[in-house]
């Protein structure tokens, strides 16, 4: 998607050799809707013709990204995995752990409950990064211990330097992603895949 | 918003007496990503008129319901408080803090990127419960700390029984909330306000 690949170089800022991207001013911490929209449109046609039931994402990043997705898939609904077990959901749920690779590096579990996800379903999974993997390996595990059938994940940007691709390729899960960075420096700005 | 009132009626999980109130199946957890953008149009009928530069929410159920909200705001930008710290944020914050009534009780930073709220701008809060108020007391104080324009608090859930409401009203914001709870428990089901 060349528009985000331009958002990316325009707005991205990069800290370190292939270590930190923030695109804070349109994906992360500020959202920009009408851009969301389109990146959810963009995501259909990588996903044309693929039945779809559900959306499955996680806190937080992934929800703002699926909600603006949600109209190019029907308005299907969105489901998001929650990171921290608070009094305000049931017992009943599916758990699945995600490695960390943030500064305290503490795994943490990742919940969806039950009742929310079930045998058969069609679940399209989506998030804003694919770096190592951990997290998008879990809400397939999760959608796995569903029986649910998880026809793909729509990621918005890849680090083709990190395993995390290649890792839920060889699950044989079908990621599409609309920017792929091969490279990321200061010096060298961002260098997309392909 | 008559839709609202029954839906949590209809799908509304209460425990105790005026105490849990669970809309995991539309807003919380699974959200319908139609309904969502009706409560928007609501919000916007609610604050008809009223300029909007930027909707100012907090991680994580308030993303959700912004996002969709904001076509209804002519695509305004969304921006999103954050809970915790990462190093994927920048040192240059506006930070406040959330008294917690969850289990734990320990109080906790909310933070917004100074890149991003700005004098002037003219903001709206949005959130999906407003009890003890201490969230929206939080962002409130960002908002000002920003020199932002607080317009107003668009609520999905107000509960009336709990002080936050009033406490925001005597700051001088105006509070709108979709569905006012005045009492809830699992014998009498929720009883709404007015």
């Known amino acids: ?59 937080t990043s992934g929800i703002g990204i699926a909600v603006a997705a949600a109209p190019a898939f029907g308005n299907v609904p969105v489901l998001f995995a929650k990171k921290n077990k608070t009094k305000n959901i049931a017992g009943d749920v599916f758990i699945s752990q995600v490695e960390s690779f943030t500064q305290d590096r503490r795994p943490y579990n990742i919940f969806v409950s039950k009742e929310f996800l079930h ?10 990064f694919l770096a190592n993997g951990s997290a998008l390996a879990a809400l397939i595990d999760i959608a796995q211990q569903a029986g649910a059938q998880v026809m793909g994940a729509a990621i918005v940007v890849e680090k083709t330097f990190q395993p995390g691709g290649k890792l839920i390729r060889e699950k044989g899960i079908r990621v599409e992603s609309l920017a792929r960075i091969a490279e990321m420096s200061e010096e060298k700005g961002v260098i997309f895949a392909e």
Chains 1, 2 share one sequence.
Do not use: C, W, Y
């Open 119 to 128: 045998p058969g379903e069609k679940v399209l999974l989506m998030d804003d």
């Open 1 to 59: 998607m060349d528009k985000l690949k331009q958002r990316i170089r325009e707005e991205g800022k990069i800290r370190g050799v292939n270590e930190i991207l923030k695109v804070d001013s349109f994906l992360n911490h500020q959202i920009d809707p009408a851009f969301l929209t389109e990146i959810g449109g963009a995501f259909r046609e990588k996903f044309d013709g693929v039945p779809v039931d559900k959306i499955l994402t996680i806190e």
